[in-house]
């Protein structure tokens, strides 16, 4: 959708200088009909069915200076869900800089022999969020060209940089659902994995499902049919170093494939399961067993794999609303200042790191990074305040505005506020009865505004509370807070 909007540069300038008055009166006439028109918009699309009687914060100010364009209740501190991430992204690369790269050391007990042998290999993890399949192929691959060529003993995996507890116990009762990975300093594909199931080739047959990476870690226990009613349903039973992923239910004959993602139980025998076939793949035999070990003494490190800079690891994280990489980023801030990496240590860290930017700690209570905690606490004028910071930071301002879903166009925002289409850069949250949006709104005058609304206690459901405030950022793209300028 389209909005029209006046603009004096369109108008061709008159004979007379009277001409040119009478002209400029009337657009600054009507511009300040919007303007005064603004706040009742905005107020008309929290009336909407989806957030009636729900608590709702919001907050609205122009980028460039501050004057508040609308507000309601902008201190109240509500449940933010993923919104978190806005404060974690910040204070993350306010910490690193977009540029910084996270480290995995691999380390063995001798340099490669003649015919590429070492007796045992360890890898250090340095909490690298950003270690997909294919980051591991490409470490595997570097050491190969290093002259490694196999490993007579067993590979270690020593993720002591971080503590070992996997989920925030403020999470609840937490599920195989990928949005629960679980948090280490060794890492691969975010602690989660791909099930894709098709049906079989007749009736009855089983279904036929493949899980990605094919690694032994992951064990199929396959009790689907091609045919049926029942539903499709994929849960992880958790084992000793292994992951047993059962497959329930069916699918009918012509149906197309089903993907659904997965999480590990433990991210470090599954880093080490990916690595291992990655160096398979490259003609690294390992002999040994692969096991979670410190790092012996007298090692020496035989590679530094630095992964993906922290500007595309938050663009992955904000987009995506990846909640593995919030908390790893959160207790990489720990390790940075010299703390082990536990959520105990980097909350305070990461409040102290946004203090000092100038974001009132009273505007939020947090006990995790990712927002996945219920007990968390944001108001909205602590997200317009962060996102006015980052916009006026050379430094890390453009990677952040860059990391933003935009409206109708990608991230968690590709089928969203279609009527904001490109005017609008946001992040997006979802927990149970609570919705929240923040970010930047292009007007129709040019300029810019920040913003932030929470919903919280909707009765009327998720979808409906996420369209109202998909319709609170319509209203704000198709007004114009301020007067156009006059033509010469």
Request: glycine share 10%; hydrophobic share 45%.
């Amino acid at each position: 959708m389209t909005f029209d909007r006046l603009s004096l540069a369109d108008w061709r300038p008159r004979a007379t200088k009277l001409g040119v008055g009478v002209a400029a009166c009337i657009a600054l006439g009507a511009a300040a009909v919007q303007a005064a028109d603004l706040p009742a918009r905005l107020t008309q699309a929290l009336a909407q069915r989806g957030l009636r009687q729900a608590r709702v914060a919001a907050l609205v100010v122009r980028a460039d200076g501050g004057a508040t364009l609308f507000e309601r209740s902008p201190d109240e501190r509500l449940t933010p869900a993923s919104n978190v991430k806005i404060l974690t992204a910040v204070a993350a690369l306010a910490a690193f800089g977009p540029a910084h790269r996270f480290t995995t050391e691999v380390y063995a007990d001798r340099e490669p022999d003649a015919e590429g042998r070492v007796g045992t290999l360890a890898v250090r993890g340095g909490g690298d969020p950003s270690l997909t399949s294919e980051q591991w192929w490409r470490l595997a691959a570097d050491l190969r060209r290093q002259g490694l060529r196999r490993v007579s003993g067993d590979l270690l995996l020593d993720d002591s940089a971080f503590d070992r507890q996997r989920w925030h116990p403020a999470w609840g009762p937490v599920s195989s659902r990928a949005y629960f990975a679980p948090v280490g300093a060794l890492n691969a594909n975010y602690g989660a994995f791909g099930v894709e199931i098709r049906p079989g080739a007749r009736q009855g047959a089983p279904l036929l499902v493949t899980l990605d990476p094919p690694v032994p870690y992951l064990r199929l226990d396959n009790r689907s049919r091609t045919g049926g009613k029942k539903p499709l349903a994929v849960e992880r039973r958790d084992g000793d170093g292994t992951d047993t992923i059962s497959v329930s239910g069916s699918l009918r004959a012509g149906d197309g494939p089903v993907l659904l993602y997965r999480s590990v139980s433990d991210p470090t025998a599954y880093a080490g399961a990916v690595l291992r076939m990655q160096l398979e793949a490259n003609g690294i035999q390992v002999q040994g067993s692969t096991r979670a070990a410190g790092l012996p003494g007298g090692f020496r490190r035989i590679l530094a794999f630095e992964g993906e800079p922290l500007a595309e690891i938050a663009r992955l994280f904000l987009k995506h609303s990846n909640n593995n990489i919030a908390e790893t980023l959160l207790k990489d801030m720990a390790v940075q200042s010299g703390q082990p990496g536990s959520w105990q240590n980097a909350v305070p860290i990461m409040r102290a790191r946004l203090q000092s930017l100038g974001i009132d700690p009273a505007g939020f209570s947090l006990v995790d990074g990712s927002g996945l905690a219920p007990v968390d606490r944001v108001a909205p004028r602590a997200f317009v305040s962060a996102l006015r910071l980052a916009r006026d930071s050379f430094r890390f301002g453009p990677e952040l505005e860059a990391a933003l879903p935009i409206a109708a166009r990608d991230g968690t925002l590709e089928k969203r506020a279609a009527a904001a289409m490109d005017a609008v850069r946001a992040k997006t949250g979802l927990l149970a009865g609570a919705t929240s949006l923040s970010g930047y709104a292009h007007l129709q005058d040019g300029s810019e505004a920040v913003f932030s609304i929470i919903a919280n206690d909707y009765k009327h459901g998720d979808l409906e509370a996420m369209a109202a405030i998909d319709g609170f950022v319509a209203a704000l793209v198709a007004s114009s807070p301020s007067p156009p300028t006059a033509a010469p």
